[in-house]
Structure formats: C-alpha cells, structure tokens
C-alpha cells in the first residue's frame, strides 16, 4: 500500500477514509460531504479513497436505475480524493478493506452504513455519519488521530 502524499509532519493532516455510502449521500440529502467534514474537525483533512471502495462504486454504477445513477455522481465526486491502493483481506469486500485501512492509516471513516459503523466502534474507531438527515456527526475521536 503506498503512503497518502500530504502526511508530513508540516503538514499533518486528519485523514479521513470515504464510504461509498458517504460519497452517494449529497444525492439523496443534498449534503456537501467535504463542507461538512471540514466543519466538523479541527484541522484541515486528507480525503482519501481506497481502491475497494472505488471498484464498489464502479460495481454499483453498472446495476443501474436510481442507485447505479448515484454511484455515477458518486465516482466523479470522488475525484476530489486521494486514491490509496489498498487490498481487502483475504476473503473481504470494501467493508473490511476500511477497517483495515482505518487501523493501519490512523484514519476517520465516514460512513453510512450502520453496521460498518458500529464495527468501527467496537475497535475504536473515529466514525463520521449523517444524524437526521441534515447533519454530519464525529463519533469517538481519539488523541492518536489528531
């Protein structure tokens, strides 16, 4: 896996990993993801998008219909990210390439998937989700990701 390129240590930044869940948001909820994350924490983030999650979007954008449209707009949003190659473990799909992504980056995850986030949690994981559809909430920030 390669190193993101703007974690010096003169310019450290908070890195935050993106759910294609997340990135599909603002077309359902009308929610800038990248305003909102900036809001919500301190320092200025590294937005970074790790290679299972882009192929999900891909995979999802050839199903069609209004979901495969989203993952469309989706993928063009993502542009705005850093792409980090990163291999799922063996046998796992997006989901548990993040928490390994997470874990080995110091990484946010932002993401909608409930189920995603609550395994995030349980191994202490920093969490970004929409509350009420109309709000970004941080879950769980700890020191070591500042």
Not at 80 to 96: I, M, N, Q, S
Not at 118 to 130: A, S, T
Request: a positive charge; hydrophobic letters at 40%.
């Amino acid at each position: 896996m390669s190193e993101p390129r703007d974690t010096g240590t003169r310019d450290a930044r908070i890195r935050v990993l993106l759910d294609s869940s997340f990135l599909m948001m603002p077309f359902k909820f009308r929610i800038d993801p990248f305003k909102g994350i900036e809001e919500l924490i301190s320092k200025r983030p590294a937005f970074l998008l790790i290679s299972p999650v882009k192929e999900e979007l891909l995979r999802i954008s050839k199903g069609g219909g209004r979901r495969g449209s989203m993952a469309d707009l989706a993928i063009k949003l993502a542009e705005r990210c850093e792409e980090v190659p990163f291999e799922p473990p063996e046998g796992g799909g997006a989901d548990e390439a993040l928490i390994a992504a997470s874990r080995e980056l110091k990484a946010i995850v932002a993401t909608n998937d409930s189920a995603l986030r609550k395994k995030l949690r349980n191994i202490n994981v920093p969490v970004i989700y929409l509350r009420g559809k109309s709000r970004l909430c941080l879950e769980g920030m700890e020191p070591e990701y500042l």
